[in-house]
C-alpha cells in the first residue's frame, strides 16, 4: 500500500513538561524555562519530537497557571519572555518542536478583562463573560457545577448578577459567543506563532461553547457503569448543556484555517483537552473533512481497567471510529498528564515497562508525560503540603492531582537535582531517586530509561511503527493484546501481556520472526511464533519476516 508521508505531529512523539516541576534554574523551588533549556541535550538524546509546556504565562496560580492574567507573557517565577525565545531557538536548534498551552474557555478572574467586566452592568467587557441574573429566589441562573465541586456560578455584590466558572471561581468562563472575545483570543494565537511556537495543546477545548440558553443540565441516573474518573459532585449531572455546543465545530475551523495559514513553511498543529468515549463522538473534533483539530486527546489509555481484552476493544473502538470519519486520520495514545495519577502507580511498575512499549507501537501520535520515561512513581504528599485546589475543596475523594506533578528526578542527590539541596521544593522530591532517577538509571542497561530511549529510536527509524496500519492479531490468550504495525513490506507484531503469568503464544501463520526488542532489554534473535514463549509482564516487538 502506498504510503502517505506523515508531518512530525504524527509521525513523531511529543513530552509533556510541567514548568513547575521540571527543574529549577535559580533555586526558588519552582522549576522555570531556563531550567528547560538547560535540559534540552537530555530531551534531545531520550529522542523526543516535541515538548508541550503547561502554562507559564502571568497567573495568580489558584490552578496553578491555568488561571491566566496575561496571555501574552510570561510568569516572572518562570523567566521572561526573551528566557522562553531562547527556549524555542535552544529546542529547535537540536530539531525539538515546542507546543504551548492555550487556555481558551477561562482566565484568571485577576485578568484585567474580568477586572473591567465585573466593573458594571454597561462596561463594554460586560459580554466577555457569561453574567447572568439570579432566579427570582436568588438561586444561581441554572443548575450547572463546577468541575471542582459546587455551582458553577459566583455571584457578585456589586452588580446583582452572577459569573460563569466551570472550574473554579478564580477562573471565570470567557463568552467566545461574543466576537470580539474570538477575535481577541485568536490573536493570543497568532502572537505565540509570531514568537515561532509549532503549535497548541488546547486546554478543556469543547468547554467554550455552551447551549446559548444555559439551559439546566438533566441529572445523571444512578448507573453501575464504572466511570471514567469518580469526580465527586460534577458526576450528579449529565453535561449535556455546560460544554461541546456543536458551535464549537465553527471554532476549531477557524482555529485550523489559521494554523494551516501559518503551516506553509513548517507544519503548526493542535491537540484539544478533550474527555469524550463516544469514539465516533471523539473522532467529530477531527473534522469531517479533518478541517478541524489536527487532534482531539485520546484519554483511552487513561484510567481503563488495565486488562487486554479491554485495551483491545477500546483501541479497535478508536481505529473503527476514525476509518469512518476520514481515511487519513490519525490516531494518539496517551498514558497519563498533569491531571492524571502516574502510570507505574496505577498499573505497577513492572506494567509500567510494557505500557511504554504498547504506548510507543500503537498507531499513533504518543505524549509521553515527563518522568513517566523513568518509571516515576506518584508522590506521598503528606497533608500540609498539599497544593492542589480540587484535591483541597473536595477531600477523601483522590482528586488531588499534587502526587502527579512532583519534582522530575535527575539524580540522587538531595532534592534530586531538580534545585538545590537547602531548597524547599514546591512539591516534595520522592525519595526513591537512587533508583528512579535520570542518573541512577542511565548507566544501567536494563533501566526503565534505556528502554524508553530504546522503543523512541525503533519508533523513529521504523516506518511501520511510526506510520504504519494496525491490524489486531486473533488466536492469543486473553491475556495477552497482539496486533501487527505494516508499513509497506515492514510489518511489526506487537506482544503485550498484562499479567504476571507467563503465556504461551502460538501464532503458526506467522511463522519465523525476528525480535526486536523485549521490554526486559535481555533478548533479541530468531522466535518461531508457532512456540513462543512470552514472559510475565513482557511486551516484545517482532519483525515479521
Ligand atoms: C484541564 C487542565 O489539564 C487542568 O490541569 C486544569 O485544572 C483545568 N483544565 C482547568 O483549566
Ligand atoms: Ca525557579
Known amino acids: 500500500m502506498a504510503q502517505k508521508n506523515r508531518a512530525w505531529w504524527q509521525s513523531g512523539v511529543i513530552y509533556q513538561i510541567y514548568p513547575r516541576s521540571y527543574m529549577d534554574s535559580n533555586n526558588d523551588g519552582i522549576g522555570d524555562l531556563k531550567g528547560i533549556t538547560s535540559r534540552l541535550d537530555y530531551l534531545q538524546e531520550l529522542g523526543i519530537d516535541a515538548i508541550w509546556l503547561s502554562p507559564f504565562y502571568p497567573s495568580p496560580m489558584a490552578d496553578f497557571g491555568y488561571d491566566i492574567s496575561d496571555y501574552c507573557n ?20 537540536r530539531g525539538i518542536r515546542v507546543v504551548v498551552d492555550y487556555v481558551p474557555n477561562h482566565t484568571s478572574d485577576q485578568h484585567p478583562w474580568f477586572q473591567e467586566s465585573r466593573r458594571s452592568r454597561q462596561n463594554p467587557k460586560r459580554d466577555w463573560y457569561v453574567w447572568r441574573d439570579p432566579k427570582a429566589n436568588g438561586d444561581p441562573p441554572n443548575n450547572w457545577i463546577s468541575v471542582f465541586g459546587g455551582p458553577a456560578w ?39 506563532l509570531d514568537r515561532g511556537v509549532d503549535g497548541f495543546r488546547i486546554d478543556v477545548a469543547h468547554f467554550i461553547m455552551k447551549d446559548p440558553e444555559l439551559r439546566d443540565n438533566p441529572l445523571q441516573p444512578p448507573s453501575d457503569e464504572p466511570n471514567w474518573k469518580p469526580m465527586g459532585e460534577y458526576d450528579r449531572l449529565i453535561h449535556l448543556h455546560d460544554r461541546g455546543h456543536p458551535d464549537v465545530h465553527g471554532v476549531f ?62 483501541v479497535e473502538g478508536v481505529e473503527g471510529a476514525l476509518s469512518r470519519l ?20 496505577r ?53 488531588g492531582r499534587d502526587p ?84 509497506g513490506d515492514q510489518k511489526r507484531l506487537v506482544l503485550t501481556n498484562f499479567t504476571s503469568l507467563d503465556l504461551r503464544i502460538s501464532l503458526p501463520n506467522l511463522g519465523q520472526g525476528n525480535l526486536l526488542i523485549s521490554s526486559y532489554l535481555d533478548r533479541a534473535g530468531r522466535v518461531d511464533l508457532a512456540a513462543f ?10 519483525e515479521l519476516l
Request: aromatic share 10%.
Open 74 to 93: 510570561v510568569d516572572p517565577l518562570f523567566g521572561t519572555l526573551a528566557d522562553f525565545d531562547e527556549m524555542v531557538a535552544a529546542a529547535h536548534a
Open 154 to 192: 459566583e455571584y457578585d455584590e456589586a452588580t446583582g448578577q452572577y459569573y460563569l466558572h466551570s472550574f473554579l471561581s478564580q477562573q471565570p468562563d470567557l463568552n467566545w459567543r461574543n466576537p470580539e472575545v474570538k477575535k481577541t483570543m485568536l490573536e493570543v494565537l497568532r502572537f505565540w
Open 253 to 314: 475551523r477557524e482555529i485550523r484555517a489559521l494554523l494551516n495559514a501559518y503551516s506553509t513553511e513548517r507544519p503548526r498543529y493542535s491537540v484539544g483537552e478533550i474527555h469524550v468515549f463516544d469514539w465516533d463522538d471523539w473522532a467529530s473534533y477531527y473534522g469531517r473533512n479533518l478541517d478541524e483539530l489536527h487532534m482531539p486527546f485520546n484519554f483511552g489509555l487513561v484510567n481503563i481497567d488495565w486488562k487486554a481484552p479491554a485495551i483491545r476493544k477500546m
Open 326 to 345: 476520514h481515511p487519513e486520520a490519525w490516531s494518539n495514545y496517551v498514558l497519563g498528564n498533569h491531571d492524571e495519577h502516574r502510570i507505574a502507580s
Open 347 to 399: 498499573v505497577g511498575p513492572e506494567q509500567a515497562r510494557m505500557a511504554m512499549l504498547l504506548l510507543l507501537s500503537l498507531r499513533g501520535t504518543p505524549t509521553l508525560y515527563y518522568g513517566d520515561e523513568l518509571g516515576m512513581l506518584d508522590g506521598d504528599i503528606p497533608a500540609d503540603k498539599e497544593k492542589d485546589p480540587w484535591g483541597l475543596r473536595q477531600p477523601g475523594l483522590g482528586l
Open 404 to 487: 502527579e506533578r512532583t519534582p522530575m528526578q535527575w539524580d540522587a542527590s538531595v532534592n534530586g537535582g531538580f534545585t538545590a539541596p537547602e531548597v524547599e521544593p514546591w512539591l516534595p522530591v520522592s525519595p526513591n531517586t537512587s533508583e528512579i532517577s535520570v542518573a541512577a538509571q542511565r548507566g544501567n542497561p536494563r533501566s526503565m530509561l534505556n528502554l524508553s530511549k530504546a522503543l523512541l529510536t525503533m519508533r523513529r527509524s521504523t516506518p511501520a511503527l511510526n506510520q504504519g496500519t494496525y491490524t489486531s492479531v486473533e488466536g492469543v490468550p486473553p491475556e495477552c493484546f497482539a496486533f501487527i504495525r505494516q508499513a
Open 533 to 542: 514463549h512470552l514472559r510475565e509482564n513482557e511486551g516484545c516487538i517482532i
